[in-house]
């Protein structure tokens, strides 16, 4: 079943303390590399507040215009690549983090929705004590996200990704485990559900970026996923940040992000994108 912050570890701790913050600097970590040929983030790239419906119910999500950085593109309206961005445990607690994130990869050329997937449950955290029975549903809604996603103007159906931190990465792993239209992983410090693990699917390029530390979701998850993909073939970086916990800081933020954006752009550009088969 679900192993992430939840099962065993977040239960834990959920019952002995605080409930854990999955995550935020790990968001914030999308905004904090140096890109040349990436326009400065602005505060101009503003969201839409759009709605997809997901077992019957009303799910948000933050859509952030691509820019485009040419007249001529916008003006034919171009087709671009789209990303799901997916939020860890905590929620909307650091929606701002998790924003700055999204215009961040707006301005790089990216459509972004941040999609509020616990609104299909109507919680604004996890709830530990349902994770397991509540992860299938999140899972349907980040599904029906990728349809939604794929069916907007101006999004190429053949450039998606998901970025997902902790929670968000399991729940990418998921989607794409049976959505061929998913052609990248950014995982940050997320788990390969057990279920998943054990059935072995095909999943698309990933980028795996981990603390060696982390005592959320041990390093063993990343090794595990990377030999996964190692024994499929599927293209995958790994990047292990020896002393970082669950939320990369310092220069292993700058990093991660640098990796970041180097591979979304070799695996959602347009070359990319018709070269691309389908997992199988």
């Given at each position: 079943?679900?192993?992430?912050?939840?099962?065993?570890?977040?239960?834990?701790?959920?019952?002995?303390?605080?409930?854990?913050?999955?995550?935020?600097?790990?968001?914030?970590?999308?905004?904090?590399?140096?890109?040349?040929?990436?326009?400065?983030?602005?505060?101009?790239?503003?969201?839409?507040?759009?709605?997809?419906?997901?077992?019957?119910?009303?799910?948000?999500?933050?859509?952030?215009?691509?820019?485009?950085?040419?007249?001529?593109?916008?003006?034919?309206?171009?087709?671009?690549?789209?990303?799901?961005?997916?939020?860890?445990?905590?929620?909307?607690?650091?929606?701002?983090?998790?924003?700055?994130?999204?215009?961040?990869?707006?301005?790089?050329?990216?459509?972004?929705?941040?999609?509020?997937?616990?609104?299909?449950?109507?919680?604004?955290?996890?709830?530990?004590?349902?994770?397991?029975?509540?992860?299938?549903?999140?899972?349907?809604?980040?599904?029906?996200?990728?349809?939604?996603?794929?069916?907007?103007?101006?999004?190429?159906?053949?450039?998606?990704?998901?970025?997902?931190?902790?929670?968000?990465?399991?729940?990418?792993?998921?989607?794409?485990?049976?959505?061929?239209?998913?052609?990248?992983?950014?995982?940050?410090?997320?788990?390969l559900p057990d279920e998943l693990?054990?059935?072995?699917?095909?999943?698309?390029?990933?980028?795996?970026?981990?603390?060696?530390?982390?005592?959320?979701?041990?390093?063993?998850?990343?090794?595990?996923?990377?030999?996964?993909?190692?024994e499929q073939g599927t293209p995958?970086?790994?990047?292990?940040?020896?002393?970082?916990?669950?939320?990369?800081?310092?220069?292993?933020?700058?990093?991660?992000?640098?990796?970041?954006?180097?591979?979304?752009?070799?695996?959602?550009?347009?070359?990319?994108?018709?070269?691309?088969?389908?997992?199988?």
């Amino acid at each position: 079943m679900v192993t992430d912050v939840g099962a065993r570890s977040a239960a834990f701790r959920a019952a002995n303390r605080p409930p854990v913050h999955v995550l935020e600097p790990g968001a914030a970590a999308l905004v904090r590399a140096p890109q040349p040929h990436r326009p400065a983030v602005s505060k101009d790239i503003e969201p839409s507040m759009q709605h997809f419906k997901s077992g019957g119910q009303q799910v948000a999500a933050e859509w952030f215009a691509a820019f485009t950085g040419s007249v001529a593109d916008a003006r034919a309206g171009t087709a671009r690549p789209a990303l799901l961005l997916l939020h860890g445990a905590d929620g909307l607690t650091y929606a701002e983090g998790y924003r700055l994130a999204a215009r961040t990869l707006a301005a790089s050329g990216y459509h972004v929705a941040f999609v509020h997937y616990l609104d299909r449950t109507g919680d604004r955290r996890v709830a530990y004590g349902r994770l397991r029975q509540d992860f299938p549903l999140w899972t349907e809604t980040v599904r029906d996200g990728v349809n939604w996603l794929a069916a907007q103007p101006g999004v190429d159906p053949h450039r998606l990704g998901i970025v997902g931190i902790s929670l968000g990465a399991a729940l990418a792993f998921a989607t794409a485990a049976v959505e061929p239209r998913v052609r990248a992983i950014v995982d940050y410090s997320g788990p390969l559900p057990d279920e998943l693990a054990r059935q072995r699917p095909r999943l698309p390029p990933t980028l795996i970026l981990h603390g060696g530390s982390d005592p959320i979701v041990p390093v063993s998850h990343a090794r595990a996923l990377e030999q996964l993909l190692h024994e499929q073939g599927t293209p995958h970086e790994v990047q292990v940040y020896q002393g970082q916990g669950h939320s990369l800081t310092g220069a292993a933020q700058f990093d991660a992000a640098a990796r970041a954006a180097r591979f979304l752009q070799q695996h959602l550009q347009p070359a990319a994108a018709e070269g691309c088969s389908a997992p199988a």
